[in-house]
């Protein structure tokens, strides 16, 4: 890999030539923070919705050389059977890269009629103690097969989650990542979501440059980013800032994401070629990214193959009884 120190900035030298000069880098405005093995970005294909999908990733990924430290799902683990879950933890575990699924009932699935309406209601939280239950169900049934890392689209979920994890209910090295449907998007709601037991946060992908420096102010959990949104998350695609993106960012996963591209949750059979050959671009647009960074000199820093852990963070005390 190239070295980091001194990356070029996109149409640079070009530009120069003419004399539209880029203004210079603020060195105040770089994260200090790293992931515990000193890197500074690690990689996530997003919707990989089941052992199919998996194994398409998985293959393209060898193909195109796109090094993958998570793979994440968003159906849920309620729409997976337990041999489906236990063939992706296996094929996971044998390339050393995290499995990530999506916990349970969200009000857009259920009977909530809000989520319909253009406010949107409440969202994909977790409506009514039903809904918190078949959420703690799904993590229960997932960790006991092997799953490490949980996606959360609740504040109560989430903080129910890590008290589970505290206690001894859930494996002490589980993970919970917060889902892009509530990410936080000011310093002072992420620092919250830190302190409820979040590992990683995603934030929107209309975030500033700005808003990235602003947050790293005041916590270093690692953040995921789509560098391609989806396009119920507005579409955008920010491969040519990826470099500053880790510069801001750090620690921050790199997600690989699809606009232009029709939803597919819960997955299901009827969508089997679209949500294959999605899973297959998915990889290609990492490459791409890959080739752009390493095109200007910044593709140092990732972190190795395997490391998943987000290192020591903030936490609200947990009650005593927990």
């Known amino acids: 890999m190239t070295s980091p120190s001194a990356p070029r900035r996109p149409g640079a030298g070009a530009l120069a030539r003419i004399g539209h000069t880029a203004p210079a880098l603020d060195p105040a405005d770089a994260s200090p923070h790293a992931f515990p093995d000193g890197g500074t970005w690690r990689t996530e294909i997003p919707s990989v919705e089941g052992p199919e999908a998996l194994a398409v990733v998985l293959k393209e990924s060898a ?80 960790t006991e097969s092997g799953v490490r890392c949980l996606l959360v689209a609740d504040e109560g979920v989430l903080w129910t989650l890590h008290r589970l994890r505290a206690a001894g209910v859930l494996p002490a090295d589980t993970t919970f990542k917060v889902s892009a449907l509530i990410g936080p998007v000011n310093p002072a709601s992420y620092a919250v979501f830190e302190r409820l037991g979040a590992d990683s946060l995603n934030i929107p992908s209309d975030l500033t440059l700005g808003h990235l420096t ?87 820093g990732m972190s190795p193959l395997g490391a998943r852990l987000p290192g020591e963070l903030q936490r609200f005390p947990v009650p005593e009884g927990d």
């Open 63 to 142: 193909r195109l050389d796109v090094p993958i430290h998570r793979i994440s799902q968003g159906s849920g683990v309620w729409m997976l059977t337990d041999d489906e879950i236990t063939e992706m933890v296996e094929a996971c575990a044998e390339r050393d890269i995290e499995l990530c699924l999506f916990t349970g009932p969200r009000g857009t699935w259920d009977t909530g009629a809000a989520t319909r309406t253009d406010s949107g209601g409440a969202g994909l939280r977790s409506r009514g103690h039903d809904a918190l239950a078949g959420c703690v169900e799904d993590a229960v049934r997932a």
């Open 214 to 300: 602003e947050i790293r102010r005041v916590s270093r959990a690692p953040m995921d980013l789509y560098v391609e949104a989806p396009d119920d998350l507005g579409g955008y695609v920010r491969m040519y800032e990826a470099a500053e993106l880790i510069r801001r960012g750090a620690p921050l996963y790199l997600k690989f994401g699809l606009s232009r591209s029709p939803g597919i949750y819960p997955y299901g059979a009827q969508l089997r070629d679209h949500t294959l050959a999605t899973a297959r671009e998915r990889v290609r647009r990492g490459r791409l990214v890959l080739d752009l960074l390493a095109r200007h000199g910044a593709d140092g």
